[in-house]
């Protein structure tokens, strides 16, 4: 076996190429438990998704779909993962999440320039959230997107927060409906219904205890420190 400690669970994963290799090197763990969750993709699983999608190296698929794979399975242990970036200050967990491309991780690398040493990023583009008996907990995982930001901790989840671009910085909560039908929008939905239901069982947790933003912002530390004022206070 080669087992890894993520989200809290145990996980016996295998990889071939070293970008997984990297990215999970920090989460590797001698533990000899049974594992929760089995990864193991073969050379033709890697070869047949290379060869759907061209624009990928072998490499690069194998990175993608263990994540994938993950995942899907992480919602059968209350979790989920959010297309979000998520920066960690004072053990604290807050959320920002937009469409590819709208500045979410130029939002919060502004937390890491103000904060400084307070401010860690736990996930750059993919951190899950779980809940635990300890609550609902944001962790660090491997995959993070096209970057290496991430470190194997969790924190409390304080918020998330969904942004958007704009020339004044304007923070506000939103509606549970709401709320409910952006996060679905930002997260992997499975495929099985009985996975479809647990999924939203989750979610329902999630939201009710958890506020929930929408934000306008332009690039500038101010946006950073409204967001901070306004969600720390929850």
């Not at 080669?2 to 090197?25: E, F, W």
Request: glycine fraction near 6%.
């Amino acid at each position: 076996m080669n087992m890894h400690k993520i989200v809290g669970l145990s996980v016996d994963m295998g990889y071939k190429y070293d970008r997984m290799k990297t990215q999970a090197a920090a989460y590797r763990t001698d533990e000899k438990a049974k594992p929760n969750i089995t990864i193991y993709l073969s050379d033709k699983y890697i070869a047949d998704k290379q060869a759907e999608n061209p624009h990928l190296t072998l490499e690069q698929c194998e990175y993608i779909w263990t994540g994938a794979i993950f995942y899907d399975a992480l919602i059968n242990f209350g979790g989920f993962v959010l297309h979000a970036s998520a920066v960690m200050v004072d053990g604290r967990a807050y959320l920002f999440s937009a469409p590819s491309g709208t500045g979410k991780s130029t939002h919060t690398e502004l937390w890491l320039r103000h904060f400084g040493d307070r401010a860690k990023i736990l996930n750059d583009d993919k951190p899950a959230i779980r809940v635990t008996e300890n609550g609902i907990r944001v962790f660090g995982t491997p995959w993070s997107g096209k970057t290496d930001l991430n470190i194997n901790t969790d924190a409390e989840l304080a918020g998330i927060c969904f942004l958007e671009r704009s020339k004044h910085n304007h923070i506000e909560e939103i509606s549970k409906g709401e709320a409910i039908v952006l996060v679905l929008n930002q997260t992997l939905r499975p495929v099985g219904e009985k996975e479809m239901t647990q999924l939203l069982d989750t979610l329902d947790i999630v939201i009710s205890k958890t506020p929930i933003y929408k934000m306008g912002c332009n690039i500038s530390e101010e946006a950073a420190v409204m967001a901070y004022e306004k969600m720390s206070k929850k």
